[in-house]
């Protein structure tokens, strides 16, 4: 069983992938970037680091969060989208100009701030929700904490450039997550722009597009016009359907913290993914080591929010410190419960701040691949 790459597990360890290989080499193993990685080899690699390695199953992980949930609770919910692509290219171009299109819609109520997540309505009132954390740098580190919160993934590549090592690298960071894939060929607008050049060079990479006989959707865009964007967001919808995205609105919330930061005037102020449940002002949470009572919810718009169903990119007062991007966060039905788990992850964090070795988290999911 092979797990995942020389470079992800480079990425997950924060080294830089060539030194993996010199370390692969000194021990016989002969390790090309892309190369996937059996369990043993995993092992002795992350050893070499001084790191740990933790094999949990998809399975475990998707089992808790929908434990208890029958068919009959279930109910669609908006995909959470991620853009990756190399540096450059367009992500947080298309980012904006995707959350900016909707407020033109008149669907705003304020001044948009970034709060590391959005949620659009396109056309005909369908939502999606966007990671506003482009890079793979932060889908990699919120898998390395376990936590799984992409359903697609749009790889955008400029069509003036050329597939870039970030466009590879991005493509083998969703698809290790097993992720599906929508190619954006940017930069349309550009007399340069030279889309069936990239489509070419995908091929060469495996990735064929729908045009060229393939199985990926792809769509050309101007982040700058807005050209192709609103074609874009319904090949998200059509690849969302497929998926049949679903969760149960009835229960006790749990999320993934997005982003977390201590604001002067308002305390620890948390975005939080909903991906189960429904969170509720006056809800206690649990994130990592911290707790608290929701104080408040506003959206991206700083709309107040007295509810968030799933598939909801919240900004939550109340937290008694900044969690990490990755954890997890939930509903607990006791304040005195909260505050003991609290407490013992700290008591552990401690502990385990002290012993020397560091520790990963691999999850398995690349194993279907
Ligand atoms: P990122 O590094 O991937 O987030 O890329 P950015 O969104 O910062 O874009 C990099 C540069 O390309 C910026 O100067 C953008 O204005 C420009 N850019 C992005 N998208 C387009 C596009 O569709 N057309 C044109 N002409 N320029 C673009
Ligand atoms: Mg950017």
């Known amino acids: ?23 692969c080499l000194g021990m016989g193993m002969f390790v090309s970037i892309n190369q996937r990685l059996d369990a043993e080899a995993i092992t002795v690699i992350a050893d070499e680091f001084g790191y740990d390695v933790e094999f949990l199953s998809a ?18 919910r908006a995909p ?12 947080t171009s298309l980012l904006d100009y995707i959350r900016d299109a909707n407020v033109a ?33 932060a889908f990699t580190a919120m898998r390395a904490r376990g936590a799984k919160v992409t359903d697609i993934a749009i790889i955008v590549v400029a069509a003036d450039d050329s597939v870039m090592p970030q466009t590879k690298e991005a493509i083998n960071h969703a698809q290790a997550a097993g992720v599906p894939i929508i190619i954006a060929l940017n930069k349309i607008d550009k007399p340069s722009a030279n889309p069936e050049k990239i489509r070419e060079e995908l091929s060469q990479i495996n990735i064929l597009v729908e045009e060229w006989g393939g199985k990926y959707q792809s769509q050309e865009v101007s982040a700058k016009s807005g050209l192709g964007i609103e074609e874009l967001l319904e090949k998200v919808l059509l690849e969302a359907e497929l998926l049949e995205l679903k969760a149960n609105p009835e229960r006790n919330a749990i999320g993934t913290v997005i982003e977390a930061s201590l604001d002067k005037g308002r305390g620890y102020v948390t975005t939080v993914l909903v991906q ?15 707790f608290g009572r929701v104080k408040a919810m506003t959206d991206h718009r700083g709309k107040k929010m007295k509810t968030a169903p799933p598939a909801t990119p919240v900004q939550v007062l109340g937290l008694t410190g900044a969690p990490q991007a990755g954890d997890r966060i939930q509903v607990m039905e006791t304040e005195r419960e909260a505050r003991e788990t609290a407490t013992q992850r700290l008591q552990l964090a401690r502990e ?12 398995e999911i690349g194993r279907r691949l």
């Open 1 to 23: 069983t092979e797990f995942i790459s020389a470079n992800d597990l480079a990425s997950l360890m924060d080294v830089n992938v060539n030194e993996v290989i010199k370390v």
């Open 59 to 76: 399975e475990e992980e998707e089992i808790s969060i929908d434990a208890g949930d029958v068919e009959e609770d279930l109910r669609p």
């Open 80 to 91: 959470i989208v991620t853009i990756m692509g190399h540096v450059d290219h367009g992500k």
């Open 105 to 137: 819609r008149g669907e705003a109520g304020g001044i948009t701030q970034h709060i590391g997540a959005y949620e659009v309505k396109t056309k005909n009132g369908v939502p999606i929700t966007f990671l506003d954390t482009p890079g793979h740098e």
């Open 276 to 290: 189960t449940g429904t969170l509720n002002v006056g809800d206690i949470i649990l994130a990592g080591p911290h």
């Open 352 to 363: 385990q701040s002290i012993r020397t070795k560091k520790h990963i988290t691999l999850d």
